[in-house]
């Protein structure tokens, strides 16, 4: 690894094994087994996969349900070992995979921000530093003495986000998290993040928010099925093509096809505005038209307001 190298992911497969154990209990299985005909399945979540990640970079990683991204982070946090491959991280990890799990509900906040800050590693004299801080950015500054229980999931998760990002980690793992509480508290979770990463921070996101994903990540990662469709620090092209694939259900096979694909959505958007704007131009004619004996400065501001905001708030600046 190099000395900018935080996390370095070769060659990384996960298997799974499942079998009827459980249903059929110890003297069944023993039976089975001695006759040849107990059965497991084996299921790669994750199958040769390989990035690496320096400081400061933040990965996005995109894919539809059953990918095997939350699996990859997993391997990543050390909650996982790779059944092939290797896994090298350096650094703390502070990791948001579940965002309320560690928790007690018969504590309160207070000390449920304690024991999260113990699992994550933190002394309480640093967490007694960090406190205040904590509850100011999760907003239970009221809530501090009740018992976990008795809040709300979106404040027990802007708890969680808050002690994860307010403490000193060198990588943060976000899972699919930065969309709890309101759109107040989002928008506040996205500013902590990008200044979090400017310090130096490592950061991976799971989302499937593609505009989150272009807005945050410099570097991105696909997976489909455990397979990596691509790693690219063109979060842009990766993003158009992986758009392109939700329309039409194409999966491209190599460097060539997601490019044609990011071309083919990047059009596809084209025609979209187009055939908007035209239609509400369209639309302005008509009632203008139908409206000619009124005032008709009157209406065209009017329907600028409906339609065309941001050309309305352009002239009158």
Do not use: Q, W
């Given at each position: 690894m190099s000395e900018n190298c935080v996390i370095k992911c070769s060659n990384v497969s996960i298997r799974y094994i499942t079998g009827d154990f459980k249903s059929i209990g110890l003297k069944e299985y023993i039976v089975r087994r001695l006759s040849g005909k107990y059965r497991v399945c084996e299921f790669w979540a994750d199958k040769d996969v390989t990035f690496e990640l320096?400081?400061?970079?933040?990965?996005?990683?995109?894919?539809?349900?059953?990918?095997?991204?939350?699996?990859?982070?997993k391997a990543v946090s050390g909650i996982m070992v790779p059944t092939l491959g290797k896994m090298r991280v350096t650094g703390k990890i502070a990791a948001l995979l579940e965002l309320t799990s560690g928790f007690d509900g018969d504590l309160t906040v207070?000390?449920?921000?304690?024991?999260?800050?113990?699992?994550?590693?933190?002394?309480?004299?640093?967490?007694?530093?960090?406190?205040?801080?904590?509850?100011?950015?999760?907003e239970l500054g009221e809530f501090q003495d009740r018992p976990f229980k008795q809040l709300s999931s979106g404040m027990?998760?802007?708890?969680?986000?808050?002690?994860?990002?307010?403490?000193?980690?060198?990588?943060?793992?976000?899972?699919?998290?930065?969309?709890v509480?309101?759109?107040?508290?989002?928008?506040?979770?996205?500013?902590?993040?990008?200044?979090?990463?400017a310090k130096g921070i490592t950061g991976i996101l799971v989302s499937h928010s593609i505009p989150q994903v272009r807005e945050m990540c410099n570097k991105i990662l696909w997976l489909d099925h455990g397979r990596q469709i691509v790693f690219s620090d063109d979060v842009e092209t990766a993003c158009d093509a992986y758009e392109m694939f939700l329309n039409n259900k194409k999966l491209p096979e190599n460097e060539a096809e997601i490019k044609s694909a990011a071309a083919s959505f990047r059009a596809l958007s084209r025609q979209k505005a187009e055939s908007a704007s035209a239609k509400k131009h369209a639309e302005?004619?008509?009632?203008?038209?139908?409206?000619?004996?009124?005032?008709v400065v009157k209406l065209a501001i009017d329907i600028l307001k409906k339609h065309r905001p941001e050309s309305l708030a352009e002239e009158l600046r």
């Open positions: 320096n400081r400061g970079d933040m990965l996005g990683i995109i894919g539809t349900n059953g990918a095997g991204k939350s699996t990859l982070l207070k000390e449920n921000t304690f024991l999260r800050g113990a699992m994550l590693g933190y002394t309480k004299k640093f967490m007694c530093e960090m406190y205040d801080s904590i509850i100011a950015f999760a027990k998760s802007r708890l969680a986000f808050a002690i994860a990002c307010l403490v000193n980690p060198d990588i943060l793992i976000l899972d699919e998290v930065l969309s509480g309101d759109g107040a508290f989002r928008r506040k979770s996205h500013d902590k993040m990008n200044e979090i990463l302005a004619k008509k009632l203008l038209a139908e409206n000619v004996d009124g005032d």
